[in-house]
């Protein structure tokens, strides 16, 4: 049996977020968190038929992007307990959240920093072996509830992951990224798409030869919010053999390494933007975007063009 042997390179690319820095598990749910953001900024910039400009107006936009850091933060644990019985399961959920309690207490958490949610309480089911059956039947209950921390420090997160795992909570869900004066950032976003509109059309004046009325229109007016959640993506790296020749099953079982994969925090980027409010970033932040666009009516100046 003749067989050959190539060598795959392999780059495999989705969104996600795993790093408790920054997120949690809830990013193996994601799927593309940058090319969905880029998506609908190109689609908030797109023109109707019926919205084209004519002989007699024009449209000049702005499009900003502005990275904002996080107030606060809201980290979510998930908890699950089985037992054989309810009251079982609520009588082990219990200690462990007292001892989660206690640890938070000794972390500064103030009793209005921490939420309990009940989640879900479902029934477990097993196999019980008769002869050559196999009977499903009702073995137990898993009770589910999520825990929500408030804080300000980045770095607390560390150790609020050391004090749940050493109560076996290993299953950090999503951290929120919480930006209070929403309409100082917007107010801003819209000061400096005024501002790119006003040189736009101080340079079209120039070079082109016209003149734009003092009084546009807002035609639109579009704004959107990225958070770091949905702004991950992921990339697994490897080189490995591949067998051409179909595999006799019945005497040799293959075996695939665990390939790691990378995790990344992968932003929108001055691309496509006319302005953004604090460029430069070293951690994951907020992003707000916001879309302007202005009619106005022209008329043509005397003389040509540029002069």
Do not use: W
Request: a positive charge.
């Amino acid at each position: 049996m003749r067989i050959s042997i190539t060598l795959v390179s392999l780059l495999i690319l989705h969104a996600g977020v795993c790093h408790a820095q920054v997120s949690g598990n809830v990013g193996y749910a994601q799927g593309g968190g940058r090319v969905r953001a880029e998506q609908n900024e190109r689609a908030k910039r797109s023109l109707a038929d019926n919205e084209k400009p004519t002989g007699t107006s024009m449209f000049l936009d702005a499009a900003v992007l502005m990275n904002v850091k996080a107030d606060e933060y809201i980290a979510v644990f998930a908890l699950s307990q089985e037992g054989p019985n309810v009251a079982e399961c609520n009588q082990k959920m219990d200690t462990t959240v007292r001892a989660f309690a206690a640890s938070l207490k000794k972390l500064g958490f103030a009793e209005a920093d921490v939420t309990l949610d009940f989640i879900a309480q479902n029934k477990t089911y097993g196999y019980e072996i008769d002869g050559k059956i196999a009977k499903e039947k009702l073995v137990g209950f898993d009770l589910k509830k999520n825990i929500s921390l408030r804080y300000k420090d980045k770095a607390m997160l560390d150790k609020l992951m050391v004090a749940a795992s050493a109560l076996q909570i290993y299953d950090l869900v999503k951290v929120d990224y919480v930006v209070k004066d929403h309409e100082a950032v917007q107010n801003k976003l819209i000061e400096e798409a005024a501002r790119a509109i006003k040189l736009k059309a101080g340079r079209h004046e120039k070079l082109l030869g016209i003149k734009l009325a003092q009084a546009p229109q807002i035609h639109v007016e579009r704004t959107s919010i990225y958070y770091p959640t949905e702004m991950y993506d992921s990339y697994v790296a490897q080189e490995s053999e591949h067998i051409e020749t179909p595999i006799d099953r019945s005497k040799l079982f293959v075996q695939g390494a665990r390939k790691g994969r990378t995790f990344y925090y992968n932003p929108l980027t001055a691309n496509g933007f006319d302005s953004v409010v604090n460029p430069a970033i070293a951690e994951p932040v907020v992003q707000f975007t916001a879309y302007v666009r202005l009619k106005y009516d022209v008329e043509a100046k005397p003389g040509k063009a540029g002069k």
